[in-house]
């Protein structure tokens, strides 16, 4: 039977499905990016369902370190590219997927049950958080920084990772969040990605309000997922609704609400990981 774990979150993601249906209406888009957000979509709901038919051979432990180290190497990839601009994207043939939107929230996941650990797997999730801020950096990618911060500081909250270990690794996330809004930043938004708020509004208040609307109900569903599910559920809530602050000021994508196949791939996985994860990781 198909775990409450898998359906739960996915029906949390109904309301930003919805707000994406209104923004890419609004924007007129063409046949190809409806195939490609729809495309996205369904794959993350396979992916979300592999995450609950996944035995667990090795320790929670393990598939912790091993998300850590491949969100880590995922998001220092693009910067192995060429060019002078921000370096977020896997670029594969004629398709560019923004990296930090596929791998951080599981990374989340793997960080509380690093965290929650009090031997060597805490100070490997400590040494992650903060590497994967650098990363932010040199990319950079401000609006990433500031919610892997957010998202870092709740993980520590609910897992009860204590202040010694808490208070200066969110300060250190800080500085590195200071830094990256710092370092230059020349893409211009454009209004179905990182505009969507200003896109809804420019047609009408009630359409405004319904993105938003969307949006907001989605980060709620996803912290009420929380409370009968993994905690760091609400650490993920939390990174959402981060970016879609900054998407207001154009500076990110709006996840899942605007276009885009990383933020539902990224979702996907999010949802696996939480089916994956023992209910060690639950209250």
């Keep these: 039977m198909t775990s409450r774990r898998v359906v739960t979150p996915m029906v949390a993601a109904v309301p930003a499905f919805l707000g994406s249906v209104i923004v890419l ?4 888009v063409g046949r190809t990016t409806w195939i490609v957000q729809l495309s996205a979509v369904l794959i993350a709901c396979v992916v979300a369902l592999a995450g609950s038919r996944i035995s667990m051979p090795v320790s929670t432990r393990s598939w912790a370190v091993s998300i850590a180290v491949l969100t880590l190497l995922g998001i220092a990839a693009p910067l192995l590219g060429e060019g002078s601009g921000p370096q977020r ?3 594969l043939g004629p398709v560019a997927l923004y990296a930090a939107s596929i791998v951080m929230p599981a990374f989340l ?3 509380a049950i690093l965290l929650r650990d009090a031997g060597h797997a805490r100070i490997v999730g400590v040494a992650a958080a903060i590497v994967a801020g650098g990363l932010f950096v040199l990319q ?5 920084a500031l919610a892997l911060c957010v998202g870092v500081a709740i993980v520590a909250g609910v897992e009860r990772v204590g202040p010694r270990i808490g208070v200066p690794l969110v300060a250190a996330l800080v500085m590195l969040t200071a830094w990256a809004f710092t ?4 893409l211009q938004p454009v209004p179905h990605v990182e505009g969507v708020a200003a896109l809804a509004l420019a047609h009408s208040l009630v359409a405004g309000l319904a993105v938003i609307l969307c949006a907001a109900a989605f980060v709620a569903g996803l912290a009420w997922t929380s409370q009968r599910g993994p905690r760091w559920l609400l650490a993920a809530a939390g990174y959402y609704a981060v970016l879609f602050a900054c998407s207001v000021a154009g500076l990110t994508p709006a996840p899942l609400v605007g276009y885009g196949a990383a933020p ?13 994860f023992t209910s060690d990781t639950a209250r």
């Design 183 to 186: 370092r230059p930043d020349p």
């Design 264 to 276: 539902w791939l990224g979702y996907g996985l999010l949802v696996a990981a939480g089916a994956v």
């Design 109 to 111: 996941g793997a960080l």
């Design 140 to 144: 950079p990618d401000a609006s990433q």
């Design 89 to 91: 994207w896997w670029h």
């Design 25 to 28: 209406m609004l924007a007129d």
